[in-house]
């Protein structure tokens, strides 16, 4: 009887109107002293980025001799944490541009934060492939540049195709993160009462006054941007699985790894957004725009996106059984599946292929301890997924006289720790200043709800607007 | 209300010329979408609406003809990917030939990658830039941010400005025609 009703589920709870939405997302930012539970975890993240500072410091001044990486395993940890960041920025792409050309209206409490994400899961993809380079001062040898020798980059690599696309993907949504802050910057400038702060907000919202002939041009805008960024996120780690499909490597060299790491990034970029939302939303009292819909439609995304994942590998082991090639078996079937590596490549499925299987079970998916402790598995698994590609491909090579083997050192450990305290210093901070959901967003759903309430009259014999028991605990 | 405005520092001037504009304040969209409509069949034409979230009939209601964004966009994306092929084109081919591996100079299909992230690149930021340039923002100084209850435009409000540069405008009979119109407050505004 207590069973919850399936159409009940709702993108925003009953009783909000304009003014609440606003003040509920405007008053973090513009509380004038956090609360002491702020303090403890920017200072937590900010030490492990002073690590990240640190481990920098020492692969700058001794080269990457620090690192394990050996010839044949050139690509170590920096390629792994690489790809592992760019692929969670994908889910903030996707549900900013692809949900919204989809007009998937739960997209709207999560997008803002998502993008965010993206950002910062970029910031931190970026850095790893310049620290790879033995000498990083030198990175702009990449660019095109009429330089003295005379020499420019070399258009058939897949590594300067990278260089183009992860900078287009951060350039992108960056703007695109911008252009849907504008109204809600706007908003902070109208309620901020410190004048400092109320310049800052009036200087990024450039005049924003909502004019509906802004409005009109803003949203050409915003759906063009949307339009482009879709295609965007699904080159984007085209392009970065091209820096191993393109290369001879048996392991890496297979026409699925596209749609294969396409699927896997938005798999790993949906597990960080729970990761990081279901926190936040017990936190900041989000719980009316941070529905159980959001959680039971993102456990449904990692679950297909996961599936796709699980054909990828199951296609990878067939394709190495059917082609015959001894060298392309020997990575699947001995390298992988035996050897000192054997556990990194069993945790993988069990982290990527069998626990997520869990999301099957509608109370797994409305659960947020569960939910969140399967994405942390899957956060974990496609990291190993990406250290199974790149360490078990090149460890044995061709000739077993050239044959090694990789096991990381501390600065390994450090770095990658240490871009995670970036990526949560910058996230405590964003939540900190800007408003962490699309406030004109929800407004837009708030008179969305309205209406259809006006239409559909009295007798669904819900809550009416504005009463406090709708902002209860007792729905769905 | 609106006397307060008039008092400070504008007392004593001549409002008709003077006045920037008359802002009213409506109850809902429905509201400000049907006054609107109505302000612009008796023949007003510069008045704009002001919404904390977009409301899409108001396009319709104020006569707001499609932007010409999309058409720079799109030419940003030719230029972008033209200009990335080019580049790639002219240094591979004909600054600095250089054959790698047997592959033709010109080998066209490596060269996609490059000229799509390009074309994405350019057109995306057009996208942003006009919409910008063509909304004349940045703008930080304008009269309705006179209007001390025109924060709450950003916030929960709906207002309908008549600018006092229309010919049909009149201080008094536009200000009653608004009220008519179901404004529940009518300000003036100074430039």
């Not at chain 1, 901020?192 to 702060?197: C, E, H, P, T, W």
């Not at chain 1, 393109?246 to 957004?273: D, E, K, Q």
């Not at chain 1, 994942?309 to 296609?315: E, L």
């Not at chain 2, 609106?2 to 010329?17: F, I, K, L, P, S």
Request: hydrophobic fraction near 50%; include cysteine; proline fraction near 6%.
């Amino acid at each position: 009887m207590e069973m919850p009703k399936r159409s009940r589920m709702q993108v925003l709870k009953h009783g909000h109107d304009f003014e609440s939405v606003t003040h509920i997302v405007s008053a973090f930012p513009l509380t004038k002293r956090p609360p002491r539970g702020w303090f403890l975890a920017f200072g937590a993240a900010f030490s492990l980025m002073l690590v990240l500072m640190y481990s920098v410091g020492v692969l700058f001044l001794k080269g990457v001799g620090v690192w394990g990486i050996n010839i044949p395993v050139a690509w170590g940890f920096a390629i792994i944490n690489f790809v592992w960041w760019i692929g969670i920025g994908h889910a903030g792409t996707l549900i900013s541009a692809i949900l919204f050309l989809f007009r998937q209206d739960w997209r709207t409490s999560i997008n803002r934060f998502a993008e965010a994400m993206t950002l910062f899961a970029v910031a931190c993809a970026g850095l790893f492939p310049l620290l790879h380079l033995g000498r990083p001062q030198k990175f702009y040898y990449i660019m095109p540049y009429p330089d003295t020798l005379g020499l420019w980059p070399q258009w058939r690599s897949p590594l300067v195709w990278d260089v183009f696309a992860v900078s287009t993907y951060g350039t992108i949504s960056l703007v695109f993160w911008y252009v849907g802050l504008i109204p809600d910057v706007a908003t902070m400038r109208d309620r901020a009462s410190n004048r400092l702060v109320k310049t800052i907000y009036g200087i990024m919202a450039m005049g924003w006054r909502g004019s509906a002939r802004h409005w009109h041009r803003y949203q050409t805008a915003y759906l063009l941007l949307a339009g482009l960024a879709t295609p965007l996120v699904v080159s984007v780690h085209t392009v970065v699985s091209f820096d191993f499909a393109v290369s001879n490597l048996p392991g890496w060299h297979t026409t699925i790894f596209p749609p294969y790491f396409v699927a896997g990034a938005v798999y790993s970029g949906f597990a960080m957004v729970i990761t990081l939302v279901l926190p936040v939303r017990a936190i900041f009292g989000f719980k009316d725009f941070i529905t159980e819909k959001h959680m039971n439609n993102m456990a449904k995304v990692m679950l297909a996106t996961g599936l796709i994942v699980a054909y990828g590998y199951i296609m990878e082991l067939f394709m190495a059984w059917y082609s015959a090639n001894p060298y392309e078996q020997a990575v699947f079937f001995q390298t992988r599946w035996q050897g000192p590596y054997a556990w990194s490549y069993w945790s993988l499925i069990a982290c990527n292929i069998i626990i997520p299987q869990l999301l099957w079970f509608r109370w797994v998916r409305l659960n947020p301890y569960v939910l969140w402790i399967v994405a942390i598995i899957i956060n974990i698994g496609m990291w190993l997924e990406r250290f199974v590609i790149v360490i078990t491909s090149q460890h044995r090579d061709f000739l077993p006289s050239s044959w090694d083997s990789y096991w990381p050192t501390v600065y390994d450990y450090t770095l990658f720790l240490g871009t995670l305290g970036l990526f949560f210093s910058l996230l405590f901070l964003f939540i900190r200043v800007l408003p962490m959901i699309s406030i004109f967003e929800l407004r837009e759903l708030v008179a969305h709800h309205t209406q259809e309430e006006a239409w559909h009259g009295a007798n669904t014999g819900e809550v009416p607007p504005g009463t406090g028991a709708a902002r209860g605990e007792t729905e769905t | 209300m609106n006397q307060t405005h008039a008092d400070n520092a504008h007392a004593g001037g001549d409002q008709a010329v003077t006045l920037y504009g008359l802002l009213a304040e409506y109850q809902d969209a429905e509201a400000l979408v049907a006054a609107a409509r109505r302000c612009r069949e008796a023949g007003y034409t510069a008045m704009d609406a002001f919404s904390p979230y977009p409301i899409e009939a108001l396009d319709e209601a104020l006569g707001i003809g499609r932007t010409r964004l999309p058409l720079f966009v799109a030419v940003a994306a030719v230029v972008g990917g033209l200009g990335g092929y080019f580049l790639q084109y002219y240094t591979a081919v004909i600054d600095y030939p250089w054959m790698i591996g047997g592959k033709p100079l010109h080998s066209w299909p490596m060269f996609l990658p490059i000229t799509f992230e390009c074309t994405i690149l350019v057109a995306g930021l057009a996208a942003a830039v006009t919409m910008i340039a063509l909304n004349k923002l940045p703008e930080p100084y304008h009269p309705l941010f006179n209007v001390p209850e025109f924060e709450r435009a950003s916030q929960d409000r709906l207002f309908l400005c008549i600018e006092a540069s229309d010919p049909k405008f009149d201080a008094v009979k536009t200000s009653a025609f608004l009220t008519e119109l179901g404004a529940r407050e009518v300000t003036h505004v100074y430039p």
